[in-house]
């Protein structure tokens, strides 16, 4: 009788820990599409910081052109 209730409870522990397993990878499925979705959140915030740059460089240029072509 004792190595039965000894049995049944290594049994139950293995399954606690392969539930704790089991609801650990669903919880990292889960959260994958979140995360996914923040990264690319920020590529797409810092590419878009980046063209922002690039048009405001572009616009600098060509108002100092016009002005220096003014004064010539």
């Known amino acids: 009788m004792k190595n039965l209730v000894i049995d049944?409870?290594?049994k139950m522990a293995k399954a606690d820990?392969?539930?704790k397993e089991l609801t650990?990878?669903?919880?990292a499925i889960l959260s994958a599409p979140v995360a996914s979705a923040?990264?690319?959140?920020s590529a797409a915030d810092l590419l878009l910081a980046h063209f922002d740059r690039l048009i405001s460089v572009s616009h600098f240029v060509?108002?100092?052109a016009d002005n220096n072509l003014a004064h010539h």
Do not use: F, K, M, Y
Request: aromatic share 0%.
């Open 24 to 27: 650990a990878q669903v919880e």
């Open 62 to 64: 060509e108002e100092n």
């Open 8 to 10: 049944l409870l290594i």
């Open 17 to 19: 820990v392969q539930t």
């Open 38 to 41: 923040e990264i690319l959140s």
